[in-house]
């Protein structure tokens, strides 16, 4: 099932979604799902399931540290199906976000037929543009699966109408130039990049990088139809003292964020 | 591969290259193509960076021939392609100028690198410090440990050295912070990228700057032996001087040409770069190429003597002269690179790279199946001064403490070709 879906819900709750990304894998492949489910129950609408990668080049050190510790602990390209299964069978969205190589590696026609299988929605490709997309974006089709490109504050409406045209479920807006990673502020380039983006879709917009907060999400909230938190729900885990205290503090996090979106545009 | 169906021709090598980036960077690459394909139709930048070539580089570089080295390769006619003799010490410098101009074009003010060896990373703070330009180059900190010389360099130019703590701590995780550098930074930055990879254009900018290489030398050998070469030798690690002396011999289908991998421990040990021996393709750094990987696509950890080497990935046309059959490609191991290193020293008084000396270890071989008829052109890429250190050890002229050992002290090898 699209993700779409369960955006449209929320817009017709007068919300923005709660969007959700943790590492698979970390601290071990089963304390991730556990991790994922505490997100779910705590208000958080789609998961965005990471695929741990060598060489990450548009994330920052938190969700790098994550990733090469998740790495070490021996995580496969083949646990994010068992994610997937279980984040939708909780009742979120299963998105899958990964670095192209992995899914490259196993092959694109099999990843998808297996993701769309696993109960996944589909994925979210950091570095694939829709351009070299090809052979996702046929076996997307085929599977029913979600194509999630990004936009990024950089984008010229030529563009922003290449990537749009070729996306399903949502289109994801980087609020900053820059890699993951919690900041002071979102800043106004993304509220801008929300509004230029609708010009040439009626497919949501969520954004990404940087919120941290619940008074992010909240802001955010009030123009984006989805709203992105990574690295801040990494670190909850990643210098937690013992996993049980991690999915405390992940809990509380996702709390406070799934309060914000709620509250945002009341 | 399967890739190749529905990709367009756009930017690719038969089917390796592309662009896989974040969307972010797109707008810059988009005006890096622009920019660049207006310059070099463009008198004024074409006669800016002969001057430059000519009046700071000092090109044309000269070629030499090596007969005391040759009777340890069979025999062969071996002439060397002196980019050794370049300002900066390599071939990296031929690239970075016109990269450093084109910066000029964009109205960027700030250039970033990565480096292994750090031949690219002086260059780079070379050509900046000349053109005005804040630099920072990315080099991991295994790389800034045994090319400490250049690390040195690189601030006496006035650049900022980064030490990369990340993953293997070598050339690929200072491309990945680098990268990671230039999505932040794009509006002011340049990424003045070393080799013939990462996303187009830069695998055909980079080999089009360092195509004289191979016009020079060209011509040079067809005046001093009044032939073609029967075969061009250079090292391969992002493939940059390899693919700047190739490219001028394409469309010459009597002359082999052949590229030399690092080997490192051996092929069957793992601990190697040797990317067409046991990659399989896939996508690195922004490029469909051969990529060193396991069977869930994370990229594994490549092993080599020479910092330049040591990476896990390759130009995209290196892949496509493979596939193509158009070039071959063999891996050197750190032994038959070193004791490579030693004879050139020995018999003709070049110091070579390390890199470089894959080349020549290369030319040992070939030269013996070819026999003395053949006359072989090897790119000597790079000068072996930074190299200095990485060799005492290995030839046991210096202590764990680098105080000197002297040949009668016990357990100096001295530098003998037969280590
Ligand atoms: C002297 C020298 N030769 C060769 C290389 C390898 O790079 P490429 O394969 O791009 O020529 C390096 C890289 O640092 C180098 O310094």
Redesign the interface.
Known sequence: MSVATIIEKCRADDRAALIGYLPVGFPSVEGSIAAMKVLVESGVDIIEIGVP??????D?PVI?DAA?RA?AAGV??TDIFTAAREVSAAGAGALVMTY??????????RFAADLAAAGGAGLIT????P??A??W??AADAHGLDKV????????PE?LEA?TSQCRGFVYA?AV???TGARASVGEAADALVSRTREHTDLPVCVGLGVSTGDQAAQVGRYADGVIVGSALVRCLTEADSDEQGLEALGSLARELADGVRRGRS | M??T????A?GRFGGFG???????????LEQLEEVWRKAVVDPEFVGELERLQRTYTGRPSIITEVPRFAEHCGGARVILKREDLNHTGSHKINNVLGQALLTKRMGKTRVIAETGAGQHGVATATAAALLGLECVVYMGRKDTERQALNVARMRLLGAEVVAVD??SKTL?DAV?EA??DW?????TTHYVLGTVTGPHPFPEMVRDFHRVIGVEARQQVLDLVGRLPDAVLACVGGGSNAMGIFHRFIDDRSVRLIGFEAGGEGVESGKHAARFSAGIP?????AFTY?M?D?????VESHSVSAGLDYPSVGPEHAHLLESGRAEYRPISDVEAMEAFSLLSRTEGILPAIESAHALAGAMKVGRELGPDAVLLVNLSGRGDKDVHTAAEWFGLIGDDGSPRLPDDDGAKGMGVQQ
């Open positions: 990668y060598s060489d990450p080049v548009m920052g790098q090469v790495l496969h390209l192209w190589n992995p899914v490259l590696r196993y092959g694109v026609e950091p570095d694939l543009i351009d070299e090809g052979d974006i046929a490109f990004l936009v990024a504050p950089s984008s010229t563009r990537v980087t130039m820059g890699v | 399967t890739t169906s529905n990709v367009p756009y592309g662009r896989y980036v974040p969307e972010a960077l797109i707008p810059a990340n993953g690929k990945n990268f990671r999505v932040a930074n794009v509006d896939g996508v690195l750094h922004g990529v990987q069977e869930d696509g994370q990229t």
